[in-house]
């Protein structure tokens, strides 16, 4: 029995919850899987797991383990993979999540970028605009807009994202020009129901009784909302990277820019940085400083 294969497979059978889904990912047979950590188990002299007909989970030293042979597993990888030319070593399929109306807006020419100046390194970009679990979904980076709460994870701040309300001349030529955020209540809202912050705006939004807006749209997508905009339905609060060029045109005019929000981060959120592997760290440099300073989506200014 290899040392370094009992120890993958140990790894995977905790990471995939149970023999069976390991022996897939590994393209092994359960019984062999089962074998292997049997084998490593009496090479410790210690059990590493605790099995029942319907889970498996970690003893004391299976959890010490554990945590020490990941770290091994990784140290070994990362070694290999800066043996030699380091462009070369980065290989491999990258999994990101990102944002999805900002990846469709700003992502394509980015990924086309990254493969021509890594073409061993396959992509796997899903867009969805949920937080989703880095480890628990398989993901190696996920792109996320906001002002982000500490947690385990680490997150590399790429640009400033403004935040921006808007709305089409035609509106605002029909239904007023609000010049204090206290006439917002007369207007149309047309909000994103993933905003985590509305700042001191949302207090004049929210207002209800006399005055407050006979109808709102709610949408889960920001280009809908900069479109509805445009077409005359109310004032939208948007991110300069969706609202900019319809700005630039002269379809929308920014409302109320003395009441700006602050604004938010574009992050690239990744695990534990000794863990990184060399695929993931090209990505994070490559996307470091890309987008530019100011982000170019602001050149409409």
Known sequence: MDRLDAMR???SVVNEGGFSRAAERLDKSPQLVSKYVAALEKQLGTRLLRRTTRRISLTEAGQAYFQRV??????????????????????????ISAPVSFAISHMGTLICDFQRAYPAIDID??????????VEEGFDVALRIGQLKSSSLIAKRLAPVRILLCASPDYLDRCGRPTQPEELAEHCYLRYSYIEDEGDLSQYWRRKGPGAPAASVVSNNGDLLVQAAINGGGIALQPSFIAGPAI????????????????????????????????LRCFLDFIDGYFGSPPYWDAFE
């Open 125 to 134: 970009l899903q867009l969805n605009d949920r937080k989703v679990d880095i």
């Open 9 to 11: 497979t140990f790894v």
């Open 70 to 95: 990941q770290q091994v597993l990784f140290d070994i990888d990362d070694m290999e993979s800066q043996l030699g030319d380091y462009q070369q070593q980065a290989q491999g399929l990258l999994r």
């Open 248 to 279: 630039a045109a002269g379809q929308l005019e920014v409302v109320l820019p003395q009441c700006e929000p602050e604004p938010l981060g574009l992050y690239a959120v990744y695990a534990h940085r000794q863990l990184q592997t060399a695929k």
